[in-house]
């Protein structure tokens, strides 16, 4: 059954995601994501950052992907996921990433602070998850590859874009479907990574 209205999809992909055995609801966002932008193809390799409890990381398999994930908080195993518990704004998490894996296609990050209701908090707050998610990606992400990356909308949304536009051949801001109507998230699609250090010309100079 598809959902009637808007205030339905909460409990529709609830109840989906029982249904379909994912661990989140959240696993929708990321397969209409891939539906859409085509992120993670078979044999590629997934760095899934916020990873916790494992509905991207669960989706991500499933498309036949090798995934490394990580969080703050534990996550029960998964077949073809390596869990490293760890902190993204922490250098030695990247340490941990790069101990498993050096490189990866795709880099996909769902990391969000525990929502405190202040909107410009938890707008600050994601922003500073999503630096820290695009500092590993830009370590470890192969030319070429792909970034996903939540936010909450705000102020400093503008600002962050620019940060992040000219490394990406294809970029884009996204809310799939499966995020709630009133929810502040949003996600950056960047396909096409330029390398660490920005090409001094890419395509992206005269967008
Ligand atoms: C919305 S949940 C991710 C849901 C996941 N994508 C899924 O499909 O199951 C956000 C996650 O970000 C994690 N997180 C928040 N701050 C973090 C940090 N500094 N380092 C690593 N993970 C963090 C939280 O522990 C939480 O598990």
Same mark, same amino acid.
């Given at each position: 059954?598809?959902?009637?209205?808007?205030?339905?999809r909460?409990?529709?992909?609830?109840?989906?995601?029982?249904?379909?055995?994912?661990?989140s609801?959240?696993?929708? !966002?990321l397969?209409?994501?891939n539906?859409?932008?085509?992120?993670?193809? !078979?044999?590629?390799?997934?760095?899934?950052?916020?990873?916790?409890?494992?509905?991207?990381?669960?989706?991500?398999?499933?498309?036949?992907?090798?995934?490394?994930?990580?969080?703050?908080?534990?996550?029960?195993?998964?077949?073809?996921?390596?869990?490293?518990?760890?902190?993204?704004?922490?250098?030695?998490t990247?340490?941990?990433i790069?101990?498993?894996?050096?490189?990866?296609?795709?880099?996909?990050?769902?990391?969000a602070?525990?929502?405190?209701g202040?909107?410009?908090?938890?707008?600050?707050?994601?922003?500073e998850?999503?630096?820290?998610?695009?500092?590993?990606?830009?370590?470890?992400? !192969?030319?070429?590859g792909?970034?996903?990356?939540?936010?909450?909308?705000?102020?400093?949304?503008?600002?962050?874009q620019?940060?992040? !536009?000219?490394?990406?051949?294809f970029?884009?801001?996204?809310?799939?479907?499966?995020?709630?109507?009133?929810?502040?998230?949003?996600?950056f699609?960047?396909?096409?990574?330029?390398?660490?250090?920005?090409?001094?010309?890419?395509?992206?100079?005269?967008?």
């Amino acid at each position: 059954m598809k959902p009637r209205r808007v205030d339905d999809r909460q409990d529709y992909y609830y109840w989906e995601a029982k249904k379909k055995g994912y661990r989140s609801r959240a696993a929708f !966002k990321l397969l209409q994501i891939n539906g859409k932008f085509g992120i993670i193809k !078979k044999g590629y390799s997934v760095l899934d950052l916020g990873a916790s409890p494992g509905g991207w990381s669960q989706v991500a398999v499933k498309l036949g992907a090798e995934v490394v994930a990580v969080d703050i908080n534990p996550m029960p195993p998964i077949e073809g996921v390596t869990f490293i518990r760890g902190d993204i704004t922490k250098k030695e998490t990247l340490e941990k990433i790069k101990e498993v894996r050096s490189e990866f296609d795709v880099v996909i990050s769902d990391a969000a602070p525990k929502i405190t209701g202040k909107w410009s908090m938890d707008h600050f707050i994601s922003i500073e998850l999503a630096r820290a998610a695009f500092n590993i990606a830009k370590e470890v992400l !192969k030319p070429g590859g792909n970034f996903v990356v939540k936010i909450f909308q705000g102020e400093e949304t503008g600002k962050f874009q620019r940060e992040l !536009k000219p490394y990406f051949r294809f970029k884009k801001f996204h809310s799939p479907q499966a995020s709630r109507k009133r929810s502040a998230e949003t996600y950056f699609i960047g396909k096409g990574f330029g390398g660490r250090w920005r090409p001094k010309r890419m395509k992206s100079d005269q967008d």
